[in-house]
Protein backbone atom coordinates (compact mmCIF):
# COMPACT_ATOMS: atom_id res chain seq x y z
CA UNK A 1 0.00 0.00 0.00
CA UNK A 2 1.51 3.32 -0.65
CA UNK A 3 -0.15 6.83 0.87
CA UNK A 4 -2.48 7.46 -1.84
CA UNK A 5 -4.05 4.34 -1.16
CA UNK A 6 -6.96 3.05 1.04
CA UNK A 7 -7.40 -0.82 2.12
CA UNK A 8 -8.34 -2.08 -1.79
CA UNK A 9 -12.19 -3.31 -2.33
CA UNK A 10 -11.68 -5.97 -5.62
CA UNK A 11 -14.13 -6.47 -8.05
CA UNK A 12 -13.82 -10.24 -9.68
CA UNK A 13 -12.46 -8.50 -12.42
CA UNK A 14 -9.26 -7.02 -10.22
CA UNK A 15 -8.38 -10.24 -9.34
CA UNK A 16 -6.02 -10.93 -11.76
CA UNK A 17 -4.48 -7.83 -11.79
CA UNK A 18 -3.82 -7.42 -7.81
CA UNK A 19 -2.52 -11.00 -7.61
CA UNK A 20 0.17 -9.74 -10.56
CA UNK A 21 1.76 -7.48 -8.43
CA UNK A 22 3.27 -10.30 -6.28
CA UNK A 23 3.96 -12.80 -8.94
CA UNK A 24 5.43 -12.63 -12.47
CA UNK A 25 2.86 -15.33 -13.69
CA UNK A 26 -0.57 -14.40 -14.25
CA UNK A 27 -3.48 -16.38 -13.23
CA UNK A 28 -6.43 -15.84 -14.76
CA UNK A 29 -8.60 -15.86 -11.68
CA UNK A 30 -11.59 -13.84 -13.30
CA UNK A 31 -12.78 -12.93 -17.38
CA UNK A 32 -15.99 -12.53 -18.64
CA UNK A 33 -16.83 -16.39 -18.46
CA UNK A 34 -16.33 -17.21 -14.34
CA UNK A 35 -17.38 -13.43 -13.40
CA UNK A 36 -19.20 -15.18 -10.89
CA UNK A 37 -16.45 -18.29 -9.92
CA UNK A 38 -13.13 -19.45 -9.89
CA UNK A 39 -11.57 -22.62 -8.17
CA UNK A 40 -8.07 -23.61 -8.59
CA UNK A 41 -5.75 -26.17 -7.05
CA UNK A 42 -3.25 -24.97 -4.38
CA UNK A 43 -0.58 -26.47 -5.39
CA UNK A 44 -0.59 -25.10 -9.05
CA UNK A 45 -0.56 -21.60 -7.09
CA UNK A 46 1.76 -21.83 -3.98
CA UNK A 47 5.37 -21.72 -5.98
CA UNK A 48 4.57 -18.60 -8.00
CA UNK A 49 2.84 -16.23 -5.04
CA UNK A 50 4.94 -13.94 -3.05
CA UNK A 51 4.04 -13.55 0.77
CA UNK A 52 2.38 -11.93 2.36
CA UNK A 53 -0.66 -10.54 -0.51
CA UNK A 54 -1.26 -7.12 0.65
CA UNK A 55 -4.36 -6.04 3.28
CA UNK A 56 -7.42 -6.09 1.15
CA UNK A 57 -11.28 -6.75 1.12
CA UNK A 58 -13.43 -8.51 -1.94
CA UNK A 59 -16.94 -7.83 -3.15
CA UNK A 60 -16.93 -11.72 -3.52
CA UNK A 61 -16.57 -14.59 -0.11
CA UNK A 62 -13.92 -17.24 -0.76
CA UNK A 63 -12.49 -19.93 0.94
CA UNK A 64 -9.21 -22.27 1.35
CA UNK A 65 -9.56 -26.05 1.49
CA UNK A 66 -6.09 -27.39 2.91
CA UNK A 67 -5.76 -30.98 2.49
CA UNK A 68 -1.99 -30.62 3.25
CA UNK A 69 0.41 -28.28 4.38
CA UNK A 70 -0.45 -25.21 6.33
CA UNK A 71 -1.58 -21.09 5.74
CA UNK A 72 -1.69 -18.21 7.88
CA UNK A 73 -4.53 -15.88 7.11
CA UNK A 74 -6.09 -12.68 8.33
CA UNK A 75 -9.87 -12.05 8.92
CA UNK A 76 -10.23 -8.66 10.22
CA UNK A 77 -7.12 -7.95 12.77
CA UNK A 78 -6.94 -11.43 13.95
CA UNK A 79 -4.51 -13.69 12.20
CA UNK A 80 -5.24 -17.31 12.01
CA UNK A 81 -2.77 -20.21 11.10
CA UNK A 82 -4.69 -23.20 9.52
CA UNK A 83 -3.33 -26.86 8.36
CA UNK A 84 -4.40 -30.20 7.34
CA UNK A 85 -8.27 -30.66 6.89
CA UNK A 86 -9.34 -27.47 7.25
CA UNK A 87 -11.32 -25.09 5.38
CA UNK A 88 -10.90 -21.14 6.12
CA UNK A 89 -14.16 -19.18 4.84
CA UNK A 90 -14.07 -15.45 4.45
CA UNK A 91 -17.22 -13.31 3.77
CA UNK A 92 -17.61 -10.45 1.09
CA UNK A 93 -16.00 -7.10 2.30
CA UNK A 94 -13.97 -8.71 5.37
CA UNK A 95 -10.17 -7.12 5.62
CA UNK A 96 -7.77 -9.74 4.69
CA UNK A 97 -4.11 -10.27 4.26
CA UNK A 98 -2.75 -13.71 3.17
CA UNK A 99 0.17 -13.90 5.00
CA UNK A 100 2.07 -17.22 4.00
CA UNK A 101 1.51 -20.69 2.90
CA UNK A 102 3.66 -23.19 2.89
CA UNK A 103 5.58 -24.66 -0.16
CA UNK A 104 3.89 -28.17 0.21
CA UNK A 105 0.24 -27.59 0.44
CA UNK A 106 -2.24 -29.01 -1.23
CA UNK A 107 -6.04 -28.23 -1.90
CA UNK A 108 -8.34 -25.86 -3.30
CA UNK A 109 -8.76 -21.98 -3.66
CA UNK A 110 -12.53 -21.08 -5.14
CA UNK A 111 -14.55 -17.56 -4.71
CA UNK A 112 -17.63 -16.87 -5.78
CA UNK A 113 -20.31 -13.84 -5.85
CA UNK A 114 -23.44 -14.66 -3.86
CA UNK A 115 -25.56 -13.48 -6.96
CA UNK A 116 -25.08 -16.88 -8.20
CA UNK A 117 -27.81 -18.41 -5.23
CA UNK A 118 -30.20 -15.89 -6.98
CA UNK A 119 -32.95 -18.69 -6.86
CA UNK A 120 -32.48 -18.09 -2.40
CA UNK A 121 -34.73 -16.14 -0.77
CA UNK A 122 -33.03 -12.75 0.61
CA UNK A 123 -30.22 -13.49 3.15
CA UNK A 124 -30.52 -17.38 3.11
CA UNK A 125 -26.76 -17.51 3.18
CA UNK A 126 -26.16 -15.67 6.29
CA UNK A 127 -29.13 -16.88 8.23
CA UNK A 128 -28.66 -20.86 7.64
CA UNK A 129 -24.45 -20.74 7.52
CA UNK A 130 -22.41 -19.28 10.51
CA UNK A 131 -19.32 -19.02 8.46
CA UNK A 132 -21.03 -16.50 5.92
CA UNK A 133 -21.40 -13.82 9.30
CA UNK A 134 -19.00 -11.30 9.89
CA UNK A 135 -18.06 -12.06 13.78
CA UNK A 136 -17.94 -16.14 13.05
CA UNK A 137 -14.76 -17.98 13.23
CA UNK A 138 -13.06 -18.56 9.75
CA UNK A 139 -11.55 -21.71 10.65
CA UNK A 140 -13.38 -24.85 9.83
CA UNK A 141 -12.04 -28.12 11.02
CA UNK A 142 -13.21 -31.49 8.96
CA UNK A 143 -13.60 -35.00 9.81
CA UNK A 144 -12.28 -37.57 7.27
CA UNK A 145 -15.68 -38.74 5.87
CA UNK A 146 -16.67 -35.03 5.80
CA UNK A 147 -13.03 -34.47 3.63
CA UNK A 148 -14.03 -37.15 1.30
CA UNK A 149 -17.11 -35.41 -0.11
CA UNK A 150 -15.74 -32.02 0.34
CA UNK A 151 -12.58 -32.92 -2.00
CA UNK A 152 -15.39 -34.69 -4.20
CA UNK A 153 -17.23 -31.42 -4.91
CA UNK A 154 -14.42 -29.81 -5.42
CA UNK A 155 -12.51 -32.04 -7.94
CA UNK A 156 -16.42 -31.76 -9.66
CA UNK A 157 -16.60 -27.75 -9.38
CA UNK A 158 -13.03 -27.90 -10.76
CA UNK A 159 -14.02 -29.71 -13.97
CA UNK A 160 -16.94 -27.95 -14.64
CA UNK A 161 -15.10 -24.25 -13.98
CA UNK A 162 -12.47 -25.94 -16.70
CA UNK A 163 -14.67 -26.93 -19.19
CA UNK A 164 -14.90 -24.60 -22.25
CA UNK A 165 -18.69 -24.49 -22.48
CA UNK A 166 -20.36 -21.38 -20.46
CA UNK A 167 -20.69 -21.95 -16.89
CA UNK A 168 -24.08 -22.90 -15.47
CA UNK A 169 -24.56 -20.71 -12.35
CA UNK A 170 -27.07 -23.02 -11.07
CA UNK A 171 -25.35 -26.25 -11.18
CA UNK A 172 -22.19 -24.27 -9.52
CA UNK A 173 -24.39 -23.04 -6.76
CA UNK A 174 -26.27 -26.25 -6.39
CA UNK A 175 -22.54 -27.78 -5.56
CA UNK A 176 -21.63 -24.88 -3.58
CA UNK A 177 -24.71 -25.36 -1.10
CA UNK A 178 -23.65 -28.79 -0.71
CA UNK A 179 -20.46 -28.44 0.06
CA UNK A 180 -22.07 -25.22 2.58
CA UNK A 181 -24.42 -28.21 4.07
CA UNK A 182 -21.22 -30.88 4.30
CA UNK A 183 -19.17 -27.68 5.90
CA UNK A 184 -21.85 -26.92 8.73
CA UNK A 185 -22.05 -30.84 9.96
CA UNK A 186 -18.51 -29.73 11.51
CA UNK A 187 -19.13 -27.17 13.49
CA UNK A 188 -19.81 -28.11 16.48
CA UNK A 189 -22.99 -26.84 18.95
CA UNK A 190 -23.81 -24.42 15.92
CA UNK A 191 -27.26 -22.84 16.86
CA UNK A 192 -29.19 -21.61 13.79
CA UNK A 193 -29.95 -18.12 13.59
CA UNK A 194 -33.93 -16.99 13.96
CA UNK A 195 -34.74 -16.08 10.71
CA UNK A 196 -36.45 -12.16 12.21
CA UNK A 197 -36.45 -8.96 10.36
CA UNK A 198 -33.68 -7.98 13.45
CA UNK A 199 -31.41 -10.20 12.45
CA UNK A 200 -31.41 -9.59 8.86
CA UNK A 201 -31.33 -5.83 9.24
CA UNK A 202 -28.09 -6.02 11.43
CA UNK A 203 -26.30 -8.53 9.01
CA UNK A 204 -27.06 -5.88 6.31
CA UNK A 205 -25.45 -2.42 8.25
CA UNK A 206 -22.41 -4.49 9.29
CA UNK A 207 -22.38 -5.49 5.49
CA UNK A 208 -22.88 -1.46 4.74
CA UNK A 209 -20.69 -0.70 7.38
CA UNK A 210 -17.47 -2.26 5.33
CA UNK A 211 -18.21 -1.06 2.12
CA UNK A 212 -19.22 2.44 2.66
CA UNK A 213 -17.16 3.15 6.04
CA UNK A 214 -14.93 5.70 4.59
CA UNK A 215 -17.56 7.63 3.00
CA UNK A 216 -20.87 7.43 5.63
CA UNK A 217 -19.78 7.47 9.45
CA UNK A 218 -23.73 8.55 10.89
CA UNK A 219 -26.32 6.12 12.18
CA UNK A 220 -28.63 8.89 10.07
CA UNK A 221 -27.03 7.37 6.35
CA UNK A 222 -27.04 3.81 7.06
CA UNK A 223 -30.45 3.86 8.20
CA UNK A 224 -31.26 5.71 4.62
CA UNK A 225 -29.17 2.90 2.69
CA UNK A 226 -31.13 0.21 4.81
CA UNK A 227 -34.43 2.13 4.05
CA UNK A 228 -35.37 1.94 8.19
CA UNK A 229 -35.32 4.84 10.56
CA UNK A 230 -32.44 5.23 12.89
CA UNK A 231 -34.20 4.38 15.74
CA UNK A 232 -35.58 1.23 14.49
CA UNK A 233 -32.02 0.39 12.97
CA UNK A 234 -30.24 0.71 16.55
CA UNK A 235 -33.50 -1.61 18.03
CA UNK A 236 -32.57 -4.25 15.60
CA UNK A 237 -28.59 -4.15 16.73
CA UNK A 238 -29.22 -4.02 20.31
CA UNK A 239 -31.88 -6.62 19.70
CA UNK A 240 -28.78 -9.26 18.30
CA UNK A 241 -25.77 -7.94 19.68
CA UNK A 242 -26.69 -6.23 22.74
CA UNK A 243 -24.94 -3.16 21.24
CA UNK A 244 -25.76 -0.13 19.47
CA UNK A 245 -25.46 0.99 15.99
CA UNK A 246 -23.08 3.47 17.11
CA UNK A 247 -20.96 0.94 18.74
CA UNK A 248 -20.95 -1.20 15.55
CA UNK A 249 -19.91 1.66 13.41
CA UNK A 250 -17.40 2.68 16.10
CA UNK A 251 -16.04 -0.99 15.81
CA UNK A 252 -15.40 -0.76 12.02
CA UNK A 253 -13.91 2.85 12.40
CA UNK A 254 -10.92 1.31 14.47
CA UNK A 255 -10.83 -2.14 12.52
CA UNK A 256 -10.07 0.29 10.03
CA UNK A 257 -7.52 2.56 11.46
CA UNK A 258 -5.61 -0.14 12.91
CA UNK A 259 -5.10 -1.46 9.88
CA UNK A 260 -3.79 1.57 8.20
CA UNK A 261 -1.97 2.32 11.23
CA UNK A 262 -0.50 -1.24 11.20
CA UNK A 263 -0.21 -1.92 7.11
CA UNK A 264 -0.16 1.23 5.39
CA UNK A 265 1.96 4.27 5.00
CA UNK A 266 -0.30 6.78 6.07
CA UNK A 267 0.89 9.04 9.36
CA UNK A 268 -1.75 9.26 11.73
CA UNK A 269 -2.87 12.66 10.64
CA UNK A 270 -3.63 11.15 7.32
CA UNK A 271 -5.88 8.96 8.50
CA UNK A 272 -7.44 11.24 10.73
CA UNK A 273 -8.45 13.07 7.30
CA UNK A 274 -8.50 10.30 5.12
CA UNK A 275 -10.74 8.19 7.53
CA UNK A 276 -12.33 10.14 9.87
CA UNK A 277 -12.64 13.34 8.70
CA UNK A 278 -10.95 14.35 11.52
CA UNK A 279 -8.36 16.48 13.13
CA UNK A 280 -5.31 14.73 14.31
CA UNK A 281 -5.99 15.80 18.02
CA UNK A 282 -10.14 14.39 17.67
CA UNK A 283 -8.95 11.12 15.81
CA UNK A 284 -6.36 10.57 18.77
CA UNK A 285 -8.71 10.88 21.18
CA UNK A 286 -11.47 9.10 19.78
CA UNK A 287 -9.20 5.85 18.87
CA UNK A 288 -7.34 6.35 22.82
CA UNK A 289 -11.68 6.19 24.10
CA UNK A 290 -12.11 2.98 21.56
CA UNK A 291 -8.80 1.06 22.56
CA UNK A 292 -7.22 2.15 25.72
CA UNK A 293 -4.07 3.49 23.70
CA UNK A 294 -3.43 6.86 21.55
CA UNK A 295 -2.81 6.42 17.55
CA UNK A 296 1.24 6.57 18.47
CA UNK A 297 0.94 4.04 20.93
CA UNK A 298 -0.44 1.72 18.99
CA UNK A 299 1.98 1.81 16.08
CA UNK A 300 4.75 1.27 18.65
CA UNK A 301 3.32 -1.64 19.43
CA UNK A 302 2.85 -3.30 16.27
Request: net charge neutral; aromatic share 12%; charged share 20%.
Amino acid sequence: MNKTEKIPTLEPSDMTSFHSHTIDWQPVISNTKHQYFHVNRLENFVDKMTFPLPPHRKTICDFLYVKKGHSQRSKGLSSYEFGESSVFFLPAYQITQHEKMSHDCEGFFCHFDEKIFQFLPKNYLHENYLFFQFQSSPIINISPETQKHIESILERLLLIYEDDQELNKNIIASYLLVLFEELKKEIPNQHKKTKNAFFQVTEQYKIALSQHIYQKQSITEYAHILNISPNYLNKCVKNCTDKTAQDLLNEMLILEAKTLLKYSNFQIAEIAVNLCNQTPSNFSRFFKSQTGISPKEYVELY
